[in-house]
């Protein structure tokens, strides 16, 4: 049976850059086979493990809505939407040695992303059998969780930043899983970018007013700073990056309870 692990967060708090570690952290540990997923439009976790993206849920989304629309269709004749979509999902999961990725991405049409979010509920319950551990970065926010559209979630990491808002904003979401009655094993905060290892009496002040569970605390690291300036792959940090280091921590007392 797998496990899933659902990252969240509001935009600008590193949530991906520790998604891509922590991916790293379960396939240097022998946790495999891992099912990495990028459920953002705005999609980068790829660029954080250092693979390159062929085509997207979004992508097969703008396809299949072109077939009705114009001459040259890309369904081929005789073969129905379904057939099609089959085909082109297998194209959509790229495949590394450790762990398989796949990415929603984005749309070009208008309107809301209800058929791609479809999709990838869709995929990730047919999906959901074949690896130990799926480990999918969200959307900033909380779209994902208050329509539903993750699988049964058996722990959420809720990333923010060093900063009361920042504490507040993902308390929202630690309250909207409980009112949709998600019932994960564990949810549990990670503060990011900090100054230092100690967190500001205030902030803890918050974490404990929004009832969070801390589960650590990642530094502030002009390295990732660095590998982001120069396109570098996160994953590639050395093992003395503050934020590995802090991250290899938080996974250790995370797998020790889950």
């Known amino acids: 049976m797998s496990c899933t692990i659902a990252v969240a967060g509001k935009g600008g708090t590193g949530k991906t850059t520790l998604c891509g570690l922590l991916i790293d952290w379960l396939c240097t540990h022998g946790r495999t086979p891992v099912l990495a997923v990028d459920a953002d439009a705005n999609s980068n976790l790829n660029e954080v493990l ?11 989304r703008e396809m299949v809505a072109s077939a009705d629309i114009v001459e040259d269709s890309p369904i081929p004749a005789g073969m129905s939407k379904q057939d099609f979509m089959d085909i082109k999902f297998n194209n959509a999961l790229i495949e590394e040695d450790d762990y398989d990725m796949l990415v929603m991405g984005r749309t070009q049409g208008k309107g809301c992303y209800c ?12 999906l959901s059998g074949a690896y130990r551990y799926i480990v999918v970065d969200n959307e900033a926010g909380m779209e994902h969780i208050s329509r539903g559209i993750l699988p049964d979630v058996d722990v959420i990491l809720l990333v923010s930043d060093c900063s009361r808002r920042g504490i507040q904003a993902v308390g929202r979401i630690a309250e909207l899983v409980r009112e949709m009655d998600m019932k994960p094993k564990a949810v549990k905060l990670i503060v990011n970018r900090a100054p230092s290892a100690d967190l500001a009496p205030g902030i803890l002040e918050e974490i404990e007013k929004q009832g969070l569970d801390l589960l650590g605390v990642v530094p502030q690291d002009e390295d990732v700073y ?6 570098k792959p996160t994953v590639t940090l050395p093992e003395t990056s503050a934020a590995r280091r802090a991250l290899n921590g938080i996974a250790e007392k995370l797998f020790a309870i889950v």
């Open 115 to 126: 058929f791609v979010n479809g999709l990838l509920q869709t995929e990730l319950r047919r």
């Open 226 to 231: 660095e590998f982001d300036s120069e396109g």
């Open 50 to 60: 250092g693979v390159k993206v062929e085509t997207t849920l979004g992508d097969i």
